[in-house]
């Protein structure tokens, strides 16, 4: 079992810049693979971006792309995800998903794991 916690979340203005945390326990972190989601009221649950268990691997989707990065750090069990030129489009509550296959996915029904979310609300 792997637990999941986010953080990080608040209030920015466009154009500004928030760094998520996603802190993991319960398993043994660096085999994980992990990946951000994020849900705005009445839409899916879309994808954001994921990365392997190493590190050396990363996908971004289009939306993000140039202005998110994700990162990991194993020794820490914990994922960022570092938001810049923020948009009001880019306002949902944020979810860090992560599961044990190896690779890289975006598809959220290979996540196994997932954490509560924490809500970034970005104003124009």
């Known amino acids: 079992q792997v637990q999941l916690v986010e953080s990080g979340g608040g209030l920015v203005q466009a154009g500004g810049s928030l760094t998520l945390s996603c802190a993991a326990s319960?398993?043994?972190?660096?085999?994980?693979?992990m990946g951000w989601f994020r849900q705005a009221p009445g839409k899916e649950r879309e994808f954001v971006v994921a990365?392997?268990?190493?590190?050396?691997?990363?996908y971004y989707a289009d939306s993000v792309k140039g202005r998110f990065t994700i990162s990991r750090d194993n020794a820490k069990n914990t994922v960022y995800l570092q938001m810049n030129s923020l948009k009001p489009e880019d306002t949902a509550v944020y979810y860090c998903?992560?599961?044990?296959?190896?690779?890289?996915?975006?598809?959220?029904?290979?996540?196994?794991?997932w954490g509560q979310g924490t809500q970034v609300t970005v104003s124009s």
């Open positions: 990365i392997s268990w190493s590190g050396d691997s990363t």
């Open positions: 319960g398993r043994t972190f660096r085999n994980y693979r």
């Open positions: 998903a992560t599961d044990r296959r190896v690779g890289i996915t975006i598809w959220r029904k290979e996540f196994d794991y």
